[in-house]
């Protein structure tokens, strides 16, 4: 590691100095001239002792290796040792358990000082854990932290967010600096043309002998841009306004992982569900405010397109693997590589699955204990079938119309599965969760809101990028 050679390297230093003082202090006893040479190397091993000593003092507060990058965003060093930033720890991934403990302190103190409006380092629980915790104790000095208090929620609440999540954590996510944000993008490819070798002088006089206009010279990759718009969501805890410190501090933990779930929730039932279009494909998703008008979502995507939305072919109580290849060949290049696919679907669908028929030969589908915990696995995954990883999700609807796989309120009797390519969607992030409150005065209640900006979108909203399987029914 970086840090480690740095320290060796310091430690070779020291020594090399260690023995020329030595030397100088046998040859001041007869010389003079070498005493101030000797007092400025004196000097120089104390400031790199002390270097070592802040060195080994951030090695010796963590438990496992993290880079020099990592080290650089926790700590300053100085002439005199380790500086800590709590502010960089606090954004910081939790590369380490201690740095996780302290953004965990730094949520519940936010919580805390929100819900009660009160500064939270001025609170009886702030004080504990400055006693328990050297991080924390040192972040909330004046002297070492400059009186540093936490105003958002750290890296650790949207690691709690993305953990929640099954469906939306097979797409890469990015951080969009501006809202709207234009990410260019490849569009058409170039082509290439034979060109027939020429070797006469004057070739290039005769139009017909060139590369035509219409060739390879005149041909160049159309690159475009992918509009990323980002969308508020956002969720509503009520408590009561009699709430003390005393009464909150137990629930922190838990209040923090129901927020952290209702935020990941309403991000894969938009992934799942969501369609912007007027009317919602689905006829009970009428409010304005309904986390299912965020984006296009899997399933309107898919009915767009048309190509690779199509319906069991087999009985409506039996599901053949030759409905799911065709659904793959439905989407062309995009379902060749299973390594890119993922099944989704629900209990209903999962089950269906587990009983899939392949004609008269054996069951293709594959649970994990048949190809063990050693295979490289996604989150959620719960079996296999073709080498295409199955995930459930709670948002994939089970009472939809088998007639065309939306809800109507008339039938209301199947499941669908989705078959989406992993790399031919993203997430964009932009802004992190914060967390706001307010009194209502009339019912003497407190308000604890959540918010998160962030979009949903496909490279190319018309590829058969995603295709679905409909009429599934139990």
């Not at 390879?216 to 009520?238: D, E, H, I, N």
Request: charged share 25%.
């Amino acid at each position: 590691m970086a840090e480690t050679d740095t320290e060796q390297g310091a430690a070779l230093e020291l020594a090399r100095l260690a023995e020329q003082l030595k030397e100088l202090k046998a040859k001041a006893d007869a010389r003079s001239e070498y005493r101030e040479a000797l007092s400025t190397l004196e000097s120089d091993i104390t400031d790199l002792g002390k270097k070592i000593g802040g060195l080994q003092a951030v090695r010796n507060t963590r438990k496992a290796e993290y880079s020099q990058e990592d080290l650089d965003k926790m700590v300053q060093i100085e002439g005199n040792g380790p500086k800590w930033n709590p502010a960089r720890q606090h954004k910081m991934d939790a590369c380490t358990p201690e740095v996780r403990e302290f953004q965990e302190i730094a949520d519940n103190m936010y919580i805390l000082g929100t819900l009660l409006k009160v500064d939270p380092r001025q609170t009886e629980y702030c004080r504990e854990v400055a006693m328990r915790n050297p991080i924390m104790r040192k972040s909330l000095d004046t002297s070492a932290g400059a009186a540093w208090i936490p105003t958002d929620l750290s890296a650790s609440m949207h690691e709690k967010v993305r953990l929640q999540l099954r469906v939306a954590a097979l797409h890469s996510r990015i951080n969009m600096p501006t809202n709207p944000y234009k990410l260019p993008i490849e569009g058409a490819d170039a082509t290439a043309y034979l060109v027939s070798e020429r070797g006469d002088i004057d070739d290039d006089l005769t139009a017909n002998l060139r590369v035509p206009a219409a060739g390879a010279l005149q041909s160049s990759p159309a690159f475009t841009a992918l509009t990323l718009t980002a969308k508020k969501l956002g969720c509503r805890v009520t408590t009561s306004a009699e709430l003390t410190e005393e009464s909150i501090i137990p629930i922190l933990p838990e209040l923090s992982r129901k927020l952290a779930l209702a935020m990941a929730t309403a991000q894969e039932d938009a992934l799942v569900n969501g369609d912007t279009t007027s009317p919602h494909m689905d006829d009970d998703v009428t409010a304005s405010t309904d986390r299912r008008k965020a984006w296009m979502g899997y399933r309107r995507l898919a009915k767009d397109v048309g190509t690779a939305y199509i319906a069991n072919t087999t009985p409506f109580n039996v599901l053949d693997v030759a409905d799911l290849r065709k659904l793959r060949m439905k989407m062309g290049i995009y379902g060749l590589n299973p390594r890119n696919l993922t099944i989704v679907t629900g209990g209903v669908g999962f089950n269906k699955l587990l009983s899939l028929k392949d004609g008269t030969n054996p069951s293709p589908i594959m649970t994990l204990e048949k190809y063990g915990p050693q295979a490289t696995i996604i989150t959620g995954e719960v079996a296999r079938v073709d080498g295409i990883p199955i995930v459930l999700s709670e948002s994939v609807r089970e009472n939809l119309n088998h007639g065309d796989g939306t809800w109507d309120g008339l039938t209301s009797d199947a499941t669908c599965l989705i078959l989406v390519n992993n790399e031919q969607f993203l997430f964009g992030d932009y802004r992190a969760t914060t967390l706001k409150s307010r009194e209502i005065i009339e019912t003497d209640q407190s308000t604890l809101v959540v918010l998160q900006r962030l979009c949903f979108s496909s490279w190319a909203s018309t590829a058969t990028n995603v295709g679905v399987l409909y009429d599934i029914r139990a």
